[in-house]
Nanobody, 125 residues
Framework: QVQPIESGGRLVQVGSGLRLSCVAS????????VGWFRQAPGKEREFVAA??????HYADAVKGRFTISRDNAKNTVALQMNSLMTEDTAVYYC????????????????????WGHGTQVTVSS
């Protein structure tokens, strides 16, 4: 059983940076596809970024501001968020699939089998 656990969310000011982390169990973590999604109040859950074994992918809304990375030795994926805007306010979820996801489907929540409980990010002006 894989249970992703997110951390790092908090209240920050516009223009600030913030680093979220996701830890997931399993001996084959290096093969996992790990995604970050977010859900703002009254909105649907949306894709933010994902990382496969050797490639990373971003939603247009965060490209150039967010960076996803992984440390397989620590079973951890990080989401570095810079130049935060009020529109980035949301609950951020880590999602895992224990194998690769084809690029055309990487933003689809249904591709991921395990979800964390989320961490709140609030960007204040």
């Amino acid at each position: 059983q894989v249970q992703p656990i997110e951390s790092g969310g908090r209240l920050v000011q516009v223009g600030s940076g913030l680093r979220l982390s996701c830890v997931a169990s399993g001996d084959t973590f290096r093969t996992y596809t790990v995604g970050w999604f977010r859900q703002a109040p009254g909105k649907e859950r949306e894709f933010v970024a994902a990382i496969r074994t050797s490639s990373s992918h971003y939603a247009d809304a965060v490209k150039g501001r967010f960076t996803i990375s992984r440390d397989n030795a620590k079973n951890t994926v990080a989401l570095q968020m810079n130049s935060l805007m009020t529109e980035d306010t949301a609950v951020y979820y880590c999602a895992v699939k224990r194998s690769s996801i084809i690029l055309s489907a990487i933003a689809e929540p249904t591709q991921y089998h395990y979800w964390g409980h989320g961490t709140q990010v609030t960007v204040s002006s």
